[in-house]
């Protein structure tokens, strides 16, 4: 393959001729010629109003035409403004990846070609992945840089409101709802609440915590982020470059605060939603929220988003026998510090990463405490293994690589991910031979496909290892498996073998669910109105929302929005919000459009 950057940006530039022409013309010989047959193509919404991925040339060339013919794609050239086009290896296939940019009837988009030779066809450079995502509709320009708001409605009128004046006016909602409800004021919430202003859509964001950033700063005494800075940022306002690595819960919960002041974000502290239904012929919502003070507010907003995170509701499963047990019961998510069980017993049951942060955190506070494990478990170390699907966030600007996350097809995905956790498992090889001659039950996800796959499909199963396995592996912890628990008793566990392993405190470490979406029901049919509710978590953490029709399209974050989606296809010019959701992806949902997993061996 080519190597010097000058003939890689010529062989990018000829493909991309060739690609425009053949859309332009209908030429579907030379549209033929020009994708590999084991070749993908995502589209997040830039040609047909949705995230997709059509895997196969033969796919490619069925969909591709008709879905050109209504957009109209043009100006397809590679973009000066990203990396330039070089070699780099994806899923241990050496290719040449470009970053363009192109413009639709309707919008201006931005994409990542991948090309590979094609050993049947004289090794030709042809299309490995494509991927074309549209970043904002002409007419609809996000306010920043050149367009920045002017305020001349408060800089101009002496005698008028100021700038307080109009935010608290605005936040108020005395007198009018938003047009966009947001649940929920975590990442997901925020995020998607900062592109929105930008597009000048009346949003609110209503949260049932007393202050912004509690759904961090309620989380355990000990906890930090388990992933990097580098991959957390918010949109508009990044992380200072002197921020740890590893961002604490407290400091990423006056980040929050900090945030939404900075964003003039309307948020509502201390509002619960209670529910809510749609009125087709109205096209609104009516939604009901209660305050802090008991009261009550209807609104009517035009679009609902759930961003009301996977992790927030405690899951308690019924532990057959538990209520015998005469000691303290509680959640992870109850669980703040270790301080009062200094010298007590404890057993944790769940191996999660909650699970094994609260037996370290009980341990380094002179508990003695016992891991009890109900399934196999995932366990990479926190340094280099569980960072290494972030590699291409190391380098590189924010946009370029979350574009390269959001390129990535699924079936392209999973093989790079199988071999980040091979590399993975030859790094923690001591690690975990320590844990299997305890007992512990490891596995490495479906198809070894590791923790990120694990985490999309199922929301859990994993632990980075941040020294509790090292405990465990050197006894400093006790591990169980829940199989050899017979029942529990008073005083704690019975186990088959006949002895009683005695506990003061028992803590659930068990997979927390999302259930908030269900107080918001389904529009009465199916079709374009139909709403979902998110059934799996995304995966990043980070929070890229790209920009689109009308507003914002898909949230990334590492479980971030989890709206329900209220999908609906713009009319012929888009004048409303849309908040789609990826259609082909089944149980990864639209936020594999935005998959950070995706990336480098
Ligand atoms: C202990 C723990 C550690 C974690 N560590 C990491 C990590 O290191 N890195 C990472 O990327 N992710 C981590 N996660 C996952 C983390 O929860 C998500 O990444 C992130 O919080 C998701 O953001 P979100 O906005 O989608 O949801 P959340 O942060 O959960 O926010 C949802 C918000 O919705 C509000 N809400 C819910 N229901 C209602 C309602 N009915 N009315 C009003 N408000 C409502 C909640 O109060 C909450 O503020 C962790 C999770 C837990 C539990």
Redesign the pocket.
Known sequence: MLDRTDDISIATENWLAQFESALATSDENLLESLFHPESHWRDVLALSWNIQTINGAAAILREMPAQARRAVPCGFSIDPDRATPRKVTRASTSTIEAIFKFETAQGRGSGILRLIPDADDGNILKAWTLLTALEELKGFEEQVGIARPRGQAYSRDFRGPNWLDLRKAAAEYADRDPTVLV?????????IAARLKQLQVDTLI????ARIG???RN??HA?????QVQ??HLPYMLFPPNWPT?IP?DKLANWFEAYVDSMELNFWTG????GGSYDENEERWTVV?RRADGSKRTMHPRHVV????????PNQPDIPGLKKFGGTVLH??QYTDGEEWKGKKALVIGTG??GH?VAQDLHSSGAQVTLVQRSSTLVVSIEPSAQLVYAPYNEGTLEDNDLIATSMPLPVARKSHQSVTEVSKELDKDLLDGLRRKGFKLDFGEDNTGWQFKYLSRGGGYY?NVGCSDLIANGGIGLVQFSDIEGFVTDGARIKSGETLPADLIVHASR?S?R?GD?LPAPGRAGPQTVRRESR?????DLGIRRGPGAAQH?C??????PLVHRRRPRAVPHQLEISRAADQGRRGRIVAACRACNED
């Not at 209503?206 to 915590?209: H, L, Q, W």
């Not at 906890?223 to 992933?227: C, E, F, R």
Request: net charge neutral; charged share 25%.
């Open positions: 649940i929920g004021g975590g990442q997901s919430g925020l995020c209503v949260d049932r915590e509690d759904n961090w989380r355990y906890l930090t982020l388990h992933n991959v957390n590893y819960k509002t619960e939603f209670e929220l759930m961003a009301t995170g996977v992790s927030g509701i992870s998510s990463n909650s942060d980075f927390r999302d908030a107080r978590r995304s995966h990043r953490p949230v974050a590492d479980g971030p929005a989890r």
